[in-house]
């Protein structure tokens, strides 16, 4: 069973940066795909960024340009790097990794909120 726990989350003014790591219990390379995603309060859980185990990343219209999705495989742990925060950045954010053979493994979630 694969553990991931989310760190970094926290309140930034808008026009800030934070950095959120993904830290898994087990090799990262084994996952085909690794995913970022946010939930707002009284909205639905979308999907932010993810990279897959080529190197190939993704964004949501939302963030691109301002979000940057990482990982270091040494350290078994995926970065999502956030600029230029916004008010309607802040939500729950989760990672999610993919197995090769689709399985699912979510992390409990973090908290960041945009505000002055």
């Known amino acids: 069973q694969e553990q991931l726990v989310e760190s970094g989350g926290g309140l930034v003014q808008p026009g800030g940066s934070l950095t959120l790591s993904c830290a898994a219990s087990g090799s990262i390379t084994t996952f085909n795909y690794m995913n970022w995603y946010r939930q707002a309060p009284g909205k639905q859980r979308e999907s932010v960024a993810t990279?897959?185990?080529?190197?190939?990343?993704g964004y949501a219209a939302a963030v691109k340009g301002r979000f940057t999705v990482s990982r270091d495989n040494a350290k078994n742990t995926v970065y999502l790097q956030m600029t230029n925060l916004k008010p309607g950045d802040t939500a729950d954010y989760y990672c999610?990794?993919?197995?090769?053979?689709?399985?699912?493994?979510w992390g409990k979630g973090i908290l960041v909120t945009v505000s002055s």
């Open positions: 990279i897959q185990r080529s190197g190939t990343t």
């Open positions: 999610m990794l993919t197995t090769t053979s689709l399985l699912n493994y």
